[in-house]
Every structure is written in C-alpha cells, then in structure tokens.
C-alpha cells in the first residue's frame, strides 16, 4: 500500500498536480516527509498539507482487527490452533498450545543436554499424521554439525508412538517426510533459500504471497545449529550478516505459518558482561571463586542483536546432576524451569509443575553435574592427573572456565614407543 500512487487516491486534482509536480509519486514519499517539510516543498498551507496526509493515511492504512477476530482466524486457518505440541505437558501448557507458528523459537544449551533429542521428536511431531495428533506436514532439518540420526529418530518414534510405527509402512512415510539439508557455510545456506528451481523452499514462498501450490504444504523447519553457520560472522563481528541471517529466517516463519526452531550453543560470559550497563555496580565482596558465578558462566551464543530476533527462548542446562528446561523468554509465557530426562522416547518431563524463576536465574545457563565432577564421573584433579599422563594440561581459570592445550604431544608419544620388548 506504501507503493500507491498518490493520484489514484482521490485528493483534490489542484493538491494531487503539485504533488506530481514536485516528484512525490506514491504513499511513501508523501509520508516519508513531516508537514513543515511539504509545506516548504509544495508551497500550500498548513492546512492544504494536513488534510492532505490525512486522506493519504486514512487509505493506506490496513483496517483495524480487534484481538477476538485475530483469535478466530488464527484458531480457524491453522492447524491446532496455530501450535505444533511438543508433547510434554507442562511445557505446552507455559506456551499455550506448544511451538507457535509464525515466530522463531530457540533452543539454547551446552553440547550433550539433549537439544538435537528435542528437535528429533519436534520432526517427528509434525511430520505425524494429524488423527494422532501431528501436523501432518513436511519438514526442513538443517542439519549443521551432522549429528542428525535416522536410526535415533526412528527409536524415538517407534517408542513414543508405536501403534503408529508398527503400522506397515508409516515409518519410511513419515521419515519420507523430513527433508535433511547440510549446508556447509553461511553462503550455501542462503543460497537454497534463493533458488528458484527448490521445490520445497518455493512452496514456502508461494504459500507466503498467497499463490496456490500444487497441494496445502505444511512444513516445520528446524535447525540445529545456527551457530555454527555464524561461527565466521562472529570473527569478523558483522552483525549486519547475522541480522539478516536472523530477519531471513524469522520473514519465513512469519508469512508461511510455520514453526521454526533453531538450536544455539553457550559460550562463557565476558568479565565485562556481569555490568553491562553503566548503572549495575557488581558487589565487591562476592568472590571471583564464588559458587554461583562457577555454575552459571554461561551465556547464549550470537549475542543479544540475534537475542533480539528471538521470540522464545528455550534453556536447556544441568545444575546439581539435573538437567532442566526452561522458559527464559516468551511474550505469552511466565519464566517457568522444568525438570527432565533423555529416555529412548527422547526428552520426559519428570513433572509437569514447572517451578517460576525470578531474578538472574532467568536468563542464566547453568552446566554442573554433582559434586563439581566433570564428563564420565572424574574430579577436577583426577582429570587433571589422567589427562596430564597423556601430554594435555588442564588449567582451571578462576573456576570459570577450563582451558585444554595440548603440549609435548609428540614427546609423549615418541616416550610411549620406547617400552621394553
């Protein structure tokens, strides 16, 4: 509507001729300039101009819609009522329904929490025919690191629903129906999103301009993991790629009606970040050593301009040898913590009262299992030892962060050959 010609409007010819006269053409133009800026510029009135943008935003304007008639249309047009439910109880009723349509959610978490668990079972969920209770759709699995399974992801299936997977034939149909993509940079990614010859990606965007496709598509589209595809824009620090990674993605979710989920790593929080603004003053009588600061280091990765982009964020993190899933953001949600486990139906829930956060924890990842013991049960100085008798140091830093350097490596191996015969 922005685009509209001024002289299909039905100003005054008199008003209409001058605004052609001095190159204002459409909508945007006229709009893009105050009142005192057209005055000066079309030499009328005050009045002239006033009357003027008045009737050119009374026409470009969209109609007004009360939130009821956006409720029905979004319960009527979509599909269960514009959610794809996750299946764990709790969690769907924090979002009302489940992952929504038409925004970017994201799923932040250490390597090893079980964020590639729950986007398996999200792929299955929408790629479930829609009597049991899925989406019946198709599914885009931008699979970054390679870790996607077929084998792990037909387990899940067969155990969380294996009146369906016993059928003959539904397992090769629903895995039919995810597509997996490796992309293997930023620039491949996007390209796919371009070419006009992708039949799944066209079907996104004909549905998004309001074309008829061949057939109603219905698609999730899920990726694991975003950061890796922004490793390189991190180095250079160019936000302006990041954003339009970002913008890409969200514009997708957002006229198609999909649900889109993007997994994002942690990476450990700067000094600088405790105070980021000038106001906060840190405690001076809290210890660098000190405990809460050791388990919740961690921060999501791509920084708070891809934060920004987010419209929820799920945290999934391990505190105390409990691993949790929380609502950190969401505009329709409270911050809500959920205890879970990973079984061979992938992620449970082990109740489905959530516990609301309040304060920092919020926003804080937390990575600790018992006792400050790190991967496979070792210490700190066990880990230290064993791995030390191999030629790589462990060097704790402020019980922050642990730093692997590799040193000697090949004097260590040359020492292991000379055993006696």
Request: charge should be neutral; aromatic fraction near 8%.
């Given at each position: ?65 009360t939130a009821l008639l956006l409720m029905e249309q979004r319960v009527g047009n ?226 708070i301009h891809w934060a920004h982009a987010v419209t929820i964020r799920l945290v ?55 006792s400050r013991r790190l991967a496979y049960g070792y210490s700190a100085e066990q ?39």
């Amino acid at each position: 509507m922005a685009n509209k010609t001024i002289c299909e409007m039905g100003l005054p010819k008199s008003i209409a001729n001058i605004f052609a006269a001095r190159n204002i053409i459409t909508a945007k133009d006229a709009l893009s300039l105050t009142e005192f800026e057209l005055m000066e510029l079309l030499d009328v009135g005050l009045s002239d101009v006033k009357s003027a943008l008045a009737h050119i935003s009374e026409i470009v304007s969209p109609p007004y819609q009360t939130a009821l008639l956006l409720m029905e249309q979004r319960v009527g047009n979509e599909q269960l009522g514009g959610h794809l439910p996750t299946r764990l109880k709790g969690l769907d009723a924090a979002l009302c329904g489940g992952i929504p349509f038409g925004v970017l959610t994201e799923v932040v978490g250490p390597a090893g929490i079980g964020k590639t668990q729950f986007c398996l079972k999200l792929s299955l969920l929408a790629a479930l025919p829609a009597h049991y209770g899925g989406l019946d759709g198709r599914v885009i699995y931008i699979d970054v690191e390679s870790k996607f399974s077929s084998r792990r992801m037909i387990e899940i299936g067969a155990r969380s629903f294996p009146e369906i997977f016993h059928l003959k034939g539904m397992a090769q149909e629903m895995a039919g129906r995810i597509l997996v993509l490796r992309p293997t940079s930023l620039s491949e990614f996007t390209e796919r999103f371009d070419l006009k010859e992708d039949s799944i990606f066209l079907s996104l965007r004909n549905d998004s301009v309001g074309l008829e496709p061949a057939k109603s598509f219905k698609a999730a589209l899920i990726g694991d993991n975003i950061r890796s595809l922004a490793e390189c824009l991190i180095a250079c620090y160019r936000k302006p790629r990041m954003l339009q990674l970002g913008t890409m993605i969200w514009s997708l979710a957002e006229f198609s009606r999909i649900p889109v989920v993007v997994t994002n790593q942690v990476r450990s929080q700067n000094r600088d970040e405790s105070c980021p603004y000038s106001f906060q003053v840190q405690d001076k009588g809290k210890t660098k050593e000190d405990s809460t600061r050791y388990e919740s280091h961690l921060v999501a990765a791509l920084g708070i301009h891809w934060a920004h982009a987010v419209t929820i964020r799920l945290v999934l993190e391990a505190k105390s040898g409990q691993r949790f899933i929380k609502v950190a953001k969401s505009p329709i949600s409270p911050p809500l913590a959920f205890p879970f486990i990973i079984t061979s139906s992938g992620i449970s829930l082990l109740t489905d009262d959530g516990t609301e956060l309040i304060g920092p924890e919020i926003n804080t990842i937390c990575c600790q299992g018992r006792s400050r013991r790190l991967a496979y049960g070792y210490s700190a100085e066990q880990f230290r030892m064993d791995i030390t008798t191999y030629g790589i140091v462990l060097v704790p830093e402020n019980l922050q962060q642990i730093i692997f350097s590799i040193v000697n490596f090949t004097y260590t191996i040359s020492y292991r050959r000379k055993s006696p015969a």
